[in-house]
């Protein structure tokens, strides 16, 4: 299929009808509809060997029977070699003997795997400390794979934004997003111990049990330096200087990057747990290239490949960083939010749960734009009337992305783009975020005062639905 009709063509529906545009609608996509060039025979063979279900939860059901966790890192590893064929300090495209080189062990996906198998596993116990109805995160990733990559061939044809001096192949920018899409969520049980610790205290105290300790984990020590060094890493820019005419880069801390990881760090925020975690175990990451000082610079190939693992690194550590601003729509880090926001509403992750909005029904998403300089996405959610606790369990995902929008450095130069994120129900509430003309307004129908004004200063903010639904 050319890449012109690939299925995820805006404008485009997400899990109204389950077998139109379902799981199992995506299990097809996954199958032939859409274009992944970079998978191996092996890993082909094996989707080609899924069963299809018209049921909703098919990739569910997929993970269960433990199919997912068996093809997750022939991916995995298909898009590492993918990236590494590319990088021509190490691979020679004209030998025909290069591709005997490769090995998962080598590149790090056997180790990981066991990072992920023991998520799998502790999944069941960490949802035990919240309500039944919930995300299950290895069929998520799978979901954010395939309905990132389609929005990414039709969308953007390929390609997202990069620097001048930064040429990434459409193959390239596919092994990435797999990459991204995969792993993004592989930090979430570190990030949830105390959820667990909250839960056992309060429970056993009403039986009359005395805590005298907690479930308590820390990091390594001698890991300090590690996860400062790749925090360092995600935070810099190259920089390109002159030298006798000859093009040499280094690589610039960016202190408003650096200070704001080291604040989702000590939060233990999955994203960037899940930075530290990929970039611990896959050796692509270990052999990254980072000039600490002026006495080895960065060539041109060595600034692209640093730049390409910077950007995979960012996008997951900032889709939980929302003191990360974003000013364009054509880079990885606003595609994982954005593409993970719009598959999962009604089956909340643990920080939703927290902010009571775990009752909210399933919903379906629709896209209605998604380009450079447009996104319109409308959520439509089940329910026929949203209590107080879901109304401030919906504003409290809307606000999110406000934050991420909000009044920054060069935000000036990009007040053409335009947004609009909508959720609504079927009795007639809505909320909605439109950033255009020129500013950024917040909408509301029959919210009351009570969910509005649990928000300091929203009351005088937000304003009557009253926009048209055409950007």
Same mark, same amino acid.
């Given at each position: ?16 009808n *389950? ?15 859409l274009?992944?060039?970079f ?29 997912l ?34 090995? *998962? ?11 992920? %198998? ?5 999944e069941g ?7 039944d ?34 040429? $990434? ?9 797999? +990459? !991204? ?43 300090l330096?590690?996860?400062d060094?790749? !925090? ?6 190259p ?72 950007? !995979? ?5 900032a889709?939980?960083?929302?003191? !990360? ?23 909340? %992750? ?7 909005? %775990? ?15 447009? +996104? ?8 026929h ?25 060069e935000?000036?130069?990009? %007040? ?23 500013g ?21 903010? $937000? ?9």
């Amino acid at each position: 299929m050319s890449e012109q009709a690939v299925p995820f063509t805006v404008p485009f529906k997400l899990n109204e009808n *389950p077998s139109e545009n379902g799981d199992s609608f995506l299990l097809e996509c996954l199958k032939g509809k859409l274009k992944f060039s970079f998978l191996s025979d092996e890993s082909k063979a094996i989707i080609q060997s899924l069963d299809l279900s018209d049921q909703k939860d098919a990739l569910r059901l997929l993970h269960k029977d433990k199919e997912l966790l068996y093809l997750w890192p022939l991916i995995l590893t298909d898009a590492l070699q993918e990236l590494k064929k590319h990088d021509d300090r190490e691979y020679d495209s004209k030998n025909i003997n290069m591709d005997t080189f490769f090995d *998962p062990a080598s590149l790090g996906t056997t180790e990981l795997t066991d990072v992920l %198998t023991g998520f799998s596993d502790f999944e069941g116990m960490l949802y035990g400390a919240s309500p039944d109805h919930y995300r299950d995160h290895i069929a998520h990733s799978f979901r954010v794979w395939i309905i990132g990559h389609g929005v990414l061939q039709s969308c953007f044809s390929g390609k997202l934004s990069v620097n001048n001096d930064v040429e $990434i192949s459409k193959n390239e920018w596919a092994a990435m997003w797999a +990459i !991204i899409a995969l792993c993004h969520d592989i930090g979430y049980p570190l990030s949830h111990i105390e959820r667990i610790n909250e839960k056992a205290r309060t429970t056993l105290k009403k039986q009359g049990l005395l805590h005298e300790g907690n479930l308590s984990f820390n990091f390594s020590p001698q890991m300090l330096l590690f996860h400062d060094t790749i !925090i360092k890493m995600m935070a810099s820019v190259p920089v390109k200087k002159d030298d006798n005419n000859e093009e040499k880069y280094y690589t610039h801390l960016q202190s408003k990057y650096y200070l704001k990881y080291l604040k989702s760090f000590d939060r233990l925020d999955h994203g960037i747990i899940s930075s530290l975690l990929i970039s611990r175990y896959l050796v692509y990451f270990l052999e990254s290239d980072y000039s600490f000082d002026t006495r080895k610079p960065l060539d041109k190939e060595d600034m692209r490949q640093f730049f390409i693992r910077r950007e !995979i690194l960012r996008a997951i550590a900032a889709h939980t960083c929302q003191d !990360i601003y974003h000013l364009t729509f054509n880079n990885l880090s606003i595609l994982l939010y954005l593409i993970d926001e719009i598959q999962c509403w009604g089956r909340p %992750t643990l920080e939703q749960s927290q902010h009571e909005a %775990t009752n909210i029904k399933e919903g379906h998403a629709e896209v209605k734009e998604f380009s450079e300089k447009s +996104i319109f996405i409308k959520i439509t959610t089940e329910d026929h009337k949203w209590d107080v606790s879901q109304q401030k369990g919906v504003l409290f995902q809307v606000l999110k992305l406000r934050k991420m929008l909000r009044l920054a450095v060069e935000r000036k130069k990009y %007040t053409d783009s335009k947004l609009v994120f909508e959720v609504v129900n079927k009795g007639g509430q809505k909320l909605r975020i439109e950033m255009k003309d020129r500013g950024l307004r917040l909408y509301h129908s029959n919210f009351e005062d009570k969910a509005i004004q649990a928000i300091p200063k929203l009351k005088s903010e $937000i304003r009557l639905y009253s926009a048209t639904e055409s950007i």
